[in-house]
């Protein structure tokens, strides 16, 4: 399961759960962009930090392909959401079909 949290401008330090994904949707998203490591905790915020997305790859050892922790993506959130709408429209589905 992967989780997507925007973090700063009206976000919290903490972040605010925008998505929950299937690991696929984050392949198909990763062809597009880069995700940098961070680690097993989820990242500190200061107050000021431009706006980012944090996405976290949780399950058991062996069940992901990509390693658990959390990543920020490459796109701030306007564009990784703009990027995970086009994705969903690509598959002639429904946004809310596949992103709770």
Request: proline share 8%.
């Amino acid at each position: 399961m992967v989780k997507v949290f925007y973090v700063g401008g009206s976000a919290s330090s903490s972040g605010m759960l925008r998505a929950i994904l299937a690991e696929w949707q984050i392949a198909d998203l990763a062809a597009s962009q880069a995700f940098a490591y961070l680690g097993l905790a989820f990242p500190p915020q200061k107050q000021g930090d431009p706006p980012s997305t944090i996405i976290e790859v949780s399950g058991e050892p062996g069940e992901t392909t990509w390693q658990l922790g959390f990543y920020r993506a490459e796109y701030p959130p306007q564009q990784f959401d703009d990027t995970l709408r086009s994705l969903d429209q690509a598959a002639n589905n429904p946004v809310g079909a596949r992103v709770k």
